[in-house]
């Protein structure tokens, strides 16, 4: 089975830098994906690790350590319509490219 | 424009009848996906296919049935057998495959059955 742990609720201010941390158990493991979901919204796609290291894009930037079963997500120079959900999926080796997803992480952005 | 069409948003359906979600999708994608998600929990899966007429149930398939007769198309019937219907369905597609192929959401039914 797949368990994906990730915080509840992060606040943070306009400007400044949020870490959301997103630890995983797998039977195995191909892949972590981060979405943004706003509420009453669809989720879209942020950022994909497969390898361990750091992928950046913009502001936002997503680190994994397979070893450790970690990852986290930087969401730099905050803005206002930063402020949403944060879900970390993981895929495991089983057929279908299915992802198990975490409870989800809400980021409210303070003026 | 290619991309995944969920109606309706809003749903309405009284206790007992059986309700059929739609989800259709032109991105040409072999895999569809419906989710459920309650008001602050992440998603769940209940049933994927991986290319036309067939599916495989996922975490929380009881209560639920799909048909996959068409690979643009992967409607979801929330039958009376679902003991808790009332929820944010979601549908995705994405190309079959373990690489960096990430899953398109549709915008969602919210179902309320009272």
């Known amino acids: 089975g797949q368990n994906i742990d990730q915080p509840t609720e992060m606040t943070a201010t306009e400007g400044a830098i949020v870490q959301i941390n997103c630890t995983y158990q797998?039977?195995?493991?191909?892949?972590l994906f981060w979405y943004q979901q706003h509420a009453g919204e669809a989720p879209t796609f942020l950022s994909y690790?497969?390898?361990?290291g750091l992928e950046e894009k913009g502001r936002f930037s997503s680190f994994l350590s397979r070893s450790k079963g970690y990852s986290y997500l930087l969401l730099k120079e905050l803005q206002m319509k930063d402020s949403a959900s944060y879900l970390c999926?993981?895929?495991?080796?089983?057929?279908?490219?299915?992802?198990?997803f975490g409870g989800g992480t809400r980021v409210l952005v303070k003026p | 424009d290619g991309g995944i069409t969920q109606s309706p948003k809003y749903l309405f359906r009284k206790e007992g009848q059986n309700v059929t979600l739609s989800c259709e999708q032109n991105?040409?994608?072999?895999?569809m996906y419906w989710y459920r998600q309650d008001p602050g929990q992440g998603l769940r899966l209940i049933y994927y296919s991986q290319i036309v007429n067939d599916f495989q149930k996922g975490d929380i398939a009881e209560g639920y049935s799909v048909s996959r007769e068409k690979k643009e198309s992967f409607p979801l019937t929330v039958t009376s057998a679902q003991k808790n219907p009332t929820a944010f369905y979601l549908c995705?597609?994405?190309?079959?495959?373990?690489?960096?192929?990430?899953?398109?959401f549709g915008p969602g039914t919210r179902l309320t059955v009272t």
């Open positions: 995705a597609s994405s190309i079959e495959g373990t690489g960096r192929y990430e899953q398109y």
């Open positions: 690790n497969v390898l361990d």
């Open positions: 991105l040409n994608h072999d895999a």
């Open positions: 999926a993981v895929r495991g080796i089983a057929a279908g490219n299915k992802l198990t």
């Open positions: 797998t039977s195995g493991f191909n892949g």
